[in-house]
């Protein structure tokens, strides 16, 4: 309802939603009428959750004649609405209890406003798994993705100068985040006792990189300096993770 008393068709076409782990706000995004959103770990997904609890495409978040519709797509971990799991798809409201794996999944109220994420929040030491959220995709084609800078036709990349690594250099081109640690499943991977499954983010936003440290028992630096939080990169920073030295450039 507008301020004037008249009724604004965009609120019943649209909703907030978040995704929370615990009481962490791990990402909010927004569903439009007659859009359908994939959750998952994939990349391919509209709201990705890099984590082993979630399977690639886990469950399906649909907006219909305003109405939510909220499905399990075969996950290994379910997706359950008050506590019971589904199958089929389900309509669901902002009173429902929802959980995709082992994060809740809420509605904002009507008169919130939330700003999406897409940076990693660090886990526990011991958790399985490090989460990375990425923004929904761009549902409205019409407009550019924002999903990697494009302010020009620069490439960045990542380049191992000193130390262990694979592979020795890493283009982001096309890439709206890059894994660096010690899982096979890296895009820049580092053995080492001490160093995490995955150590760090590299991660574009709003036509910039910024590096996110993850909880681990080897230091993250960022030219020389232990990083514990989300820095912007510039063009010759250098990354360290303990022997190895990462420039981005």
Not at 4 to 31: A, H, Q
Not at 64 to 76: I, M, V
Not at 175 to 182: L, P
Request: proline letters at 4%; aromatic letters at 6%; one cysteine or more.
């Amino acid at each position: 309802m507008m301020q004037d008393g008249t009724i604004n068709l965009e609120d019943y076409t649209k909703s907030d939603w978040t995704i929370m782990l615990n009481d962490r706000v791990i990402t909010s995004f927004t569903t439009h009428e007659g859009s359908k959103l994939i959750i998952g770990r994939s990349p391919d997904a509209d709201v990705t959750i890099d984590n082993t609890a979630i399977s690639r495409h886990h469950s399906s978040l649909e907006l219909r004649d305003g109405r939510h519709y909220l499905a399990d797509l075969k996950s290994t971990n379910g997706t359950t609405v008050n506590g019971k799991k589904i199958a089929s798809k389900v309509p669901v409201t902002n009173k429902d209890v929802i959980f995709i794996g082992k994060f809740r999944l809420l509605q904002a109220a009507a008169d919130e406003q939330h700003t999406s994420s897409s940076y990693a929040t660090a886990m526990d030491i011991d958790d399985e798994a490090t989460v990375f959220v990425s923004s929904p995709r761009q549902q409205n084609l019409t407009q550019p993705s924002q999903a990697m800078p494009s302010s020009s036709n620069e490439t960045y990349r990542l380049t191992v100068i000193e130390g262990n690594a694979s592979p020795s250099t890493l283009s982001l081109d096309g890439k709206s985040s890059a894994k660096i640690g010690k899982d096979p499943s890296c895009d820049i991977l580092i053995p080492g006792w001490l160093v995490s499954k995955t150590q760090c983010y590299v991660v574009s936003k709003k036509d910039k990189y910024y590096i996110v440290p993850q909880r681990s028992w080897a230091n993250t630096k960022l030219n020389d300096v232990i990083i514990k939080e989300e820095r912007l990169l510039r063009k010759g920073d250098i990354i360290q993770i303990k022997s190895v030295k990462i420039r981005f450039n």
